[in-house]
């Protein structure tokens, strides 16, 4: 999991509330086996108005998405997130989201903001009228900002989800990080135990 200390980039403003993870990553694509491809399928029935603001070009590239309250309510498909993680996401901002959603996220490295209703409609305001407005979302003090416009909002985060994903460390990681004192563990059991790997 690649660590998430600071990220400046363009957003992609999609003013919709109430966005489901059917939405996000429809049925369909979850027939799929691997981690990876699910960027394709992201809010692949929306996409096929072609004045869905995903097929807008102006907005190509954005690392960050802006949305309106209740983000990724729904069903727990944890694809939702890596659909979005696939297509370059790396921040959501809202002023709300689906709480399965939010675990999810923060265990593979999307980081989920929450801003207030009035402080996300300005940045959609924003980023709706010049497309190229860069925003930076600074991890370390918890801040969200619009350097050429002198905006800066504050966010919560929780401290043990802030300190892994400053790490760059996901559950596995976790793990690893105490594979000394497993293996020191191990080679200390009696022989008679249980060991993975044996009958």
Known sequence: MEPITE???HALPLAISDVDTDQIIPSDWLKRVERTGFGQGLFSEWRQDAGFVLNDQRFSGSTI?????????GSSRE???WALMDYGFRVVIS???GDIFRNNSLKVGLLPVELTTEEVQRLLDLVTLEPTTQILVDLGSQRVSVPAQEIEFGFEIDPTAK???LAGLDEIGITLTKE???SQYEAQRPRWAPRVGTH
């Open 7 to 9: 990220l400046r980039g």
């Open 65 to 73: 998405l802006i949305a309106r309250e209740n983000f990724g309510v």
């Open 79 to 81: 694809h939702a997130v």
């Open 95 to 97: 002023p709300r989201f």
């Open 163 to 165: 300190a892994r994903l």
């Open 180 to 182: 000394a004192a497993i």
